[in-house]
């Protein structure tokens, strides 16, 4: 079993800053990509920033300059920095992590999602 347990989020006025944090816990051989994504009220889920097992990162051209995802993988922890927040990064946020449970076998995992709401 393998789980992903979000902190960080909550309620932020415009231009403020939140952190949030994304622990994998379980059984498994290593944990390859990781990265976030958001999803707004009515709209599909969308990837927010990657980061490599290596350290080497992308992000959506909508938090370039604002957000920045890190990884600490000795504690197979993923985290993202979001400043200058704007109304419009109001979401749930969720982390993804690309694990390998087995030889030859990954897999995507999902945390619960945690709200951020951006206030202007």
């Known amino acids: 079993q393998v789980h992903l347990v979000e902190s960080g989020g909550g309620l932020v006025q415009s231009g403020g800053s939140l952190s949030l944090s994304c622990a994998v816990s379980?059984?498994?051989?290593?944990?390859?990509?990781m990265g976030w994504y958001q999803q707004a009220p009515g709209k599909q889920r969308e990837l927010v920033a990657t980061?490599?097992?290596?350290?080497?990162?992308t992000y959506a051209d909508s938090v370039k300059g604002r957000f920045a995802i890190s990884r600490d993988n000795d504690k197979n922890t993923v985290y993202l920095q979001m400043n200058s927040l704007k109304p419009e990064d109001t979401a749930v946020y969720y982390c993804?992590?690309?694990?390998?449970?087995?030889?030859?076998?990954?897999?995507?995992?999902w945390g619960q999602g945690t709200q951020v709401t951006v206030s202007s």
């Open positions: 993804n992590a690309r694990v390998q449970v087995r030889i030859f076998s990954q897999a995507d995992y």
């Open positions: 980061v490599t097992s290596d350290g080497s990162t």
């Open positions: 379980g059984i498994f051989f290593s944990i390859g990509d």
